[in-house]
C-alpha cells in the first residue's frame, strides 16, 4: 500500500469528524510528517488521539455528571451502583482505546531505527507533573510558547547570565518547562478574603467506599472546595497534599491530585498493602495564596539576599551580593567563567573586590504584599490545614488474589513512578526495585567498602554525611581547617578504604560563613572528579532557590546535567543519584519565602531535566508526605535512615556488590 493512499485515508479520516477542535503540537506534527518515511503509524496516532479526544469529552462529561450528583444529590450518593457502573464503563472504553495506541506505537518503534536523538530529552509522560494537569485549552499555545521563547532567556540574560551559552535544545527545553508549569489562577487578581478557601467547610469523600477493595487496586477521593461564606468555588488553584496510611503498620503512601479547574478535585491513591487504610488530605495553600506566590516570584524575584565580608588588615567590610543586583553602587563581578553563573556583591569604599574572604547568610526583604493577601497566609486558618471527611475516612485492603510481583535490582536509569514507593512497619519500599535494609554498621561497612563518595548540596544532604558518620565507627571525621556545616568535610575508614566527602552547592545558599574560595557550583565539582565503578555522587539542590526566578533554576540543572553526561561520557561506570527536595513545616514567614509551592514546581523541573539521563532518584518528595512524622526541612533521623537505604541500594542491589 502506497504513501499517497495512506494520505488519503488519513485525510478521510479527518473529514469524518463532526467536532472540530484546536490542533495540538503533537497533532500538527503528525501532519507534518505524514508524507514522510513513516506515514502508517502517524496517520494511525493522527486519528487515534482524535478518538481519545473525544474519549477525553466522555470521562470529563461523565466526571461532570458525578459533580453535579454531588450537587443534587448530597456526598452520601456518590456510593450509588449506576455512578460505579458508569465509571467502569469509560474505565473499560479508555483501556481499549489505550490498547489501539500500542498498535501504532510499535510501527514507530519497528521504522525508527534511522532515527538519531539528542543526547537528553524531554519526556513527556513524567508522571510528576500530572498531578496538577496542564490547562485544557490549547488555542492559544502557539502564541503561549513564542512568548516564552523569547522570554525566559531574555530574562535571564538581563541577569547577567551570557546569551551566547544557550543551545537552541535548551532553549526549548526552556519553554516547555516554563508552559507545563503554569498553575491555574482565579479569575480575578484580586480576590477577597471572604471569598478564598476556607478548609474548615470542605469535605473530601472516599468514592465507591462500599466496594471490595484489594492491594494493587486504586482508590480515588474527590472533594469540592468551598469559601468562607460557604458558597461553593467554580476555579481550582489550591496547593493540596494527600497521603494514605495506616498507623498501626507505620504504613504510608503519597497520592496524586488532579484539579478539575472547577471547584472539584480528585486524588487518586494506589492501595500497596492490606489492612485498614486511612486517607489524609491536606490544603497547604487557598488558590488565591499560591496566586499571590506566583505574583511575588514574578515581581520580586530576590527577596533573599546574602553578603561577603571584604578584608584587608585592620580594614574589613561587608557588602551585600545576589545574583542580580540594581547597579545604583559600583559592583564586583563574581560571574564564574567557566559555568557563566552570575554573582554580584557591591563594592566596598575602602577594599578591592579581591579583598572578599567569604560567603554569609544576608537577610530576606520584605515582601510586597497588596491589601489583605496576608490573610491567604494564617497558621490553623489556611496554611496546611487537614482536611476532614464527610463520611468515613478509611477503607479495608483485603490482600491481592494474584501472585506478587518479584521487584528486581535496582540500577540507574529507570524513569521515576507514582507512587514511587511506600512505607510499611517503617519501612520505604520502593514500586520498581527491591530495597535492601542496611540495620547495622557492618552492613553499610560492606556497601562502602573502597567507595569513594562525594555529597553536594544544602543541609538535607549533609545529614547524610551526618548520618553516616555517626552510625560507622570506623568512619572518622577529619578537621579540614572549615566551620560549620558548610564544609568542605571529609570522613575516611583507612581500613576498608572509604572516603566520604559533603560540600555545599554553589550560589545561591544560605550558610553561615563561608570561605569564598571553597564555595564551588556543582558542575564545576563534578568536572573535577574522575569517576569510576567505585566512585558514587550524591546531588540535591531545591530549597535555596525558592525565591528566585524559575528560569534560574532551569539554567542550573541544564549546566548540571551537561556536567553529568561529561562524567558519563568518560566513565560511564560512575553512579550518579540525585535526592529530590522534601516538604517541610510552614508558617506564614516561611510561606512567603520557602513555601512547598515553591519546592514542588522546583521538584517538578528537576524530575524533568535529570529523568531522562542515567541516573538514579532518591523520592524524598514522597517519602517525607507519605510519613507519620510531622513535615520538617530537615526530616527526623528515620526518613533520613531509609533515603540512606535506598542511596546504598543503588550501590550494592545485592549482597554479593
Aim: charged letters at 20%.
Amino acid at each position: 500500500m502506497g504513501v499517497s493512499l495512506y494520505k488519503d485515508k488519513c485525510t478521510e479520516g479527518q473529514r469524518n469528524w463532526e467536532e472540530t477542535t484546536s490542533q495540538s503540537m503533537f497533532e500538527a506534527f503528525t501532519r507534518a510528517k505524514c508524507d514522510q518515511v513513516i506515514p502508517t503509524a502517524l496517520c494511525l496516532l493522527q486519528i487515534i488521539s482524535k478518538l481519545l479526544d473525544v474519549n477525553e469529552k466522555k470521562i470529563i462529561a461523565n466526571r461532570r455528571f458525578i459533580e453535579l450528583k454531588w450537587e443534587r444529590s448530597g456526598p452520601s450518593s456518590m456510593n450509588d451502583q449506576p455512578t460505579k457502573k458508569t465509571v467502569l464503563h469509560f474505565c473499560i472504553q479508555r483501556l481499549l482505546y489505550m490498547f489501539l495506541v500500542l498498535l501504532p506505537i510499535l510501527l514507530l518503534i519497528l521504522n525508527l531505527h534511522h532515527v538519531k536523538f539528542n543526547t537528553y530529552s524531554i519526556s513527556e509522560s513524567g508522571s510528576q507533573l500530572n498531578r496538577y494537569p496542564c490547562p485544557k485549552n490549547h488555542s492559544t499555545i502557539g502564541q503561549d510558547m513564542e512568548m516564552l521563547r523569547n522570554d525566559w532567556t531574555h530574562k535571564l540574560v538581563g541577569y547577567g547570565y551570557q546569551n551566547h551559552r544557550f543551545t537552541p535544545e535548551e532553549r526549548s527545553e526552556g519553554t516547555v518547562l516554563i508552559y507545563m508549569l503554569k498553575w491555574p489562577t482565579p479569575p480575578k487578581s484580586a480576590v477577597p478574603f471572604q471569598k478564598s478557601s476556607d478548609p474548615s467547610r470542605v469535605h473530601f469523600v472516599i468514592l465507591d467506599s462500599r466496594k471490595t477493595f484489594y492491594v494493587g487496586d486504586r482508590l480515588q477521593v474527590m472533594l469540592r472546595m468551598f469559601d468562607f461564606e460557604g458558597n461553593p468555588k467554580q476555579y481550582g488553584g489550591d496547593y493540596l497534599q494527600a497521603r494514605i496510611h495506616t498507623p498501626e503498620l507505620k504504613a504510608g503512601s503519597a497520592g496524586t491530585v488532579i484539579d478539575n479547574q472547577n471547584g472539584f478535585y480528585y486524588i487518586n491513591f494506589t492501595l500497596l498493602w492490606p489492612g485498614k487504610v486511612q486517607v489524609s488530605v491536606t490544603l497547604v495553600h487557598p488558590s488565591e495564596g499560591v496566586q499571590v506566590l506566583q505574583r511575588m516570584r514574578e515581581e520580586q524575584p530576590f527577596r533573599v539576599f546574602l553578603k561577603s565580608t571584604f578584608k584587608y588588615g585592620a580594614i574589613a567590610d561587608a557588602t551585600m551580593c545576589n545574583l542580580f543586583l540594581p547597579q545604583t553602587k559600583p559592583l564586583c563581578n563574581f560571574t564564574d567563567l567557566k559555568t557563566g553563573e552570575p554573582w554580584f556583591c557591591y563594592k566596598p569604599k575602602k577594599l578591592p573586590c579581591s579583598a572578599r574572604v567569604n560567603y554569609d547568610r544576608g537577610g530576606h526583604i520584605k515582601p510586597l504584599l497588596i491589601a489583605d493577601e496576608l490573610k491567604f497566609f494564617q497558621s490553623k486558618v489556611n496554611i496546611k490545614m487537614r482536611l476532614l471527611p464527610n463520611a468515613t475516612d478509611y477503607i479495608t485492603v483485603k490482600p491481592s488474589p494474584m501472585a506478587t510481583a518479584v521487584l528486581g535490582k535496582c540500577i540507574q536509569g529507570k524513569p521515576m513512578t507514582t507512587p514511587s514507593g511506600f512505607y510499611y512497619k517503617n519501612q520505604w519500599m520502593s514500586t520498581t526495585c527491591n530495597i535492601r535494609h542496611f540495620n547495622t554498621p557492618a552492613n553499610v561497612t560492606n556497601c562502602l567498602r573502597g567507595k569513594r563518595i562525594y555529597l553536594i548540596g544544602d543541609s538535607t544532604m549533609y545529614q547524610w554525611f551526618e548520618y553516616l558518620a555517626k552510625f560507622l565507627p570506623g568512619l572518622n571525621t577529619f578537621d579540614l581547617g572549615y566551620s560549620g556545616k558548610a564544609g568542605p568535610l571529609c570522613a575516611l575508614d583507612k581500613e576498608h578504604n572509604i572516603m566520604v566527602e559533603f560540600s555545599v552547592h554553589g550560589p545561591p545558599v544560605q550558610f553561615y560563613n563561608i570561605w569564598s574560595q571553597q564555595l564551588q557550583y556543582i558542575s564545576n565539582k563534578i568536572d573535577e572528579i574522575k569517576g569510576g565503578r567505585n566512585t558514587v555522587i550524591g546531588i540535591t539542590l531545591c530549597v535555596h532557590f525558592a525565591t528566585y526566578p524559575i528560569e534560574v533554576y532551569i539554567w542550573r540543572l541544564q549546566s548540571i546535567r551537561r556536567s553529568i553526561l561529561r562524567l558519563l561520557g568518560r566513565s560511564p561506570d560512575t553512579l550518579v543519584v540525585i535526592k529530590t527536595a522534601n516538604v517541610r513545616a510552614l508558617t506564614q514567614h516561611l510561606s512567603l519565602y520557602q513555601s512547598d509551592w515553591f519546592s514542588y514546581q522546583l521538584d517538578s523541573v528537576l524530575r524533568r531535566i535529570l529523568g531522562g539521563i542515567n541516573v538514579a532518584f532518591v523520592d524524598a518528595w514522597e517519602m517525607t508526605i507519605a510519613h507519620y512524622m510531622p513535615h520538617n526541612i530537615h526530616p527526623h533521623q528515620v526518613i533520613v535512615k531509609n533515603e540512606i537505604d535506598v542511596f546504598l541500594s543503588y550501590m550494592c542491589p545485592s549482597e554479593n556488590n
